[in-house]
Nanobody
């Protein structure tokens, strides 16, 4: 059983919206630095967004700025995705780790806990 459970994927038309959720399985995700990654077929895993343990810093890859919003509430980390485009099609993973500095985050894939991944397909 993976330590993180992510959900919310699916099929959506271009311009549509989806929201991904990530919760800790067997532990409280509150305070953990968290991030979302995605991997499209034939491509490397890419950092999409991250949020610090305290929730006071967020970051986004340039291609999703203005369209995606990461947030957290207690044991759950969310990724709200608006104005989705076909290039956003990928498997999305959440990741988390306990960091000493809880007011920064990183989109490098150096996280200890991962979710199982959710397929998001943007197509008309």
């Amino acid at each position: 059983q993976l330590p993180l459970v992510d959900s919310g994927g699916g099929l959506v038309q271009p311009g549509g919206s989806l929201r991904l959720s990530c919760v800790g399985s067997g532990f409280n995700l509150e305070g953990y630095t968290a991030a979302w990654f995605r991997q499209a077929p034939g491509k490397e895993r890419e950092g999409v967004s991250c949020v610090s343990g305290r929730g006071d810093m967020t970051d986004y890859v340039d291609t999703v700025k203005g369209r995606f919003t990461i947030s957290r509430q207690k044991n759950t980390v969310f990724l709200q995705m608006d104005n989705l485009k076909p290039v956003d099609t990928a498997v999305y993973f959440c990741a988390a780790d306990w960091r000493a500095y809880r007011s920064i985050c990183s989109m490098l894939p150096r996280y200890g806990f991962w979710g199982q991944g959710n397929q998001i397909t943007v197509s008309s």
